[in-house]
């Protein structure tokens, strides 16, 4: 669709007269809404202390997120977004608002993150002109992680690769969190290896996820991610199976949200293993300090992430991990030192890694502690976010828009 064509079925949203003062602007597009405040907050208030003026576009009309980012300082406008569903008239509308949008705010910088987001607000960014686009690749999503050999995912992994090449074509920088997904990034052709900048993830407010002695008693254990096959549940469950046998005394607890993703789990499944005695289902939150400081040790055998933000969250908590050695996962995980990395999809692996706490249970403080000190030396969100705007050449984009507006006020006295 030509520019044209959109300006006949787009019209501008409201947004506040611009000041004779000019502060960047910066557009940040999310596909879930309490994402923003969940994995984005330390960015987002670092962007506005540095005086940039910020806008948050995302699907959800989540009240008390919005109310959050208006607290900030960022302003939000909704915008239709399917995470998961593949119709072409559900994505356009995607695109169309965000063309609006962005026709509206005129934002200098648009920095999108995961799958649609990157590519609608990277397709949007470009028909609008905004002078500076970046991508944050927090994992490439799950078309790539399907490796079956149906002609659907075959389908959608060759459409998804264009759909990222035209979104990215002319972007000065994409930040990808893991080696694999730039590799991944290289061998499909989506964007030069030069322009891909590898950071350690989103990072982890060391504050906020504050430490805490593990519990007393029999060891517990905690996965918590979305009801994923590709999170490797099914693995968890199998592993708390083989353990329960050999060890009653241990508990295996899951935490978090049902998904429709066609990778889902379903609730009859959960509720199978809950029947069972394998498994405490938790159900979800949007606060997960309280779970992991109750928790011994936490699980997640993910296939594939783009760096896990939950690893991270338990490390700075305190906690010894256990996980896969999928993309994203055991990167944060010095093996034998912060916990155990188990080849990925191998449920009696994870369960000999796991046994090992409830065997010696020494290691459960041990290795939490040494958790802590890892995310605090590498991993915290300021550091993280530092290297970010570096990447995002912030500080010169400011400078250069403080000229034009000094040269415009010099024209006008």
């Known amino acids: 669709m030509s520019p044209a064509q959109i300006d006949a079925v787009t019209a501008p949203a409201q947004f506040p007269a611009s000041s004779s003062e000019r502060r960047p ?52 406008t909704r915008i239709p977004m399917s995470r998961t569903s593949a119709r072409p008239t559900e994505d356009l509308a995607t695109l169309l608002a965000l063309v609006r949008g962005f026709r509206a705010f005129r934002p200098d910088i648009v920095l999108p993150y995961t799958m649609k987001p990157i590519i609608y607000g990277g397709i949007a960014a470009r028909l609008t002109g905004t002078p500076h686009r970046f991508a944050l690749v927090t994992g490439l999503g799950y078309v790539f992680i399907d490796r079956t050999r149906s002609l659907r995912a075959a389908a959608l992994r060759w459409l998804s690769v264009r759909l990222y090449r035209t979104a990215l074509r002319g972007v000065e920088r994409v930040f990808v969190y893991n080696e694999a997904d730039a590799a991944e990034l290289h061998a499909h052709g989506i964007v030069a290896d030069e322009l891909v900048s590898r950071v350690p993830g989103s990072g982890v407010d060391t504050t906020h996820f504050a430490a805490s002695p593990p519990p007393a008693g029999p060891p517990v254990f905690l996965m918590v991610a979305r009801l994923l096959r590709d999170k490797g549940v099914a693995e968890y469950v199998a592993a708390a ?38 498994i405490e289902y938790l159900g979800q939150t949007k606060d997960v300090r309280p779970y992991l400081a109750a928790c011994s040790v936490f699980v997640l055998p993910s296939y594939r992430e783009g760096m896990s933000r939950t690893i991270l969250e338990a490390m700075a908590t305190g906690r010894a991990v256990v996980t896969s050695d999928g993309p994203g996962c055991a990167e944060p995980v010095a093996h034998g030192l912060t916990g155990f990395v188990a080849p990925v999809r191998n449920s009696e692996a994870l369960a000999a890694a796991m046994e090992t706490f409830v065997i010696d249970p020494s290691l459960i403080s041990d290795m939490g502690a040494a958790g802590r000190r890892r995310v605090e030396e590498n991993y915290d969100v300021r550091v993280i976010n530092r290297v970010l705007f570096a990447g995002m050449r912030l500080d010169q984009t400011m400078a250069e828009l403080e000229a034009l507006s000094a040269s415009g006020r010099a024209r006008t006295a």
């Open 25 to 76: 602007r910066i557009a940040v597009i999310a596909s879930l809404t309490s994402s923003l405040v969940n994995f984005r907050l330390e960015l987002l208030r670092g962007l506005v202390q540095r005086g940039c003026e910020v806008h948050a576009f995302a699907p959800e009309d989540d009240r008390e997120t919005i109310e959050r980012l208006r607290a900030l300082g960022v302003g939000f």
């Open 241 to 278: 199976k083989l353990l329960r046998a050999r060890h009653p005394q241990a508990r295996f607890q899951l935490l978090g949200p049902f998904d429709p993703n066609p990778a889902a789990i379903s609730r009859a499944e959960v509720d199978a293993w809950v029947r069972d005695g394998a």
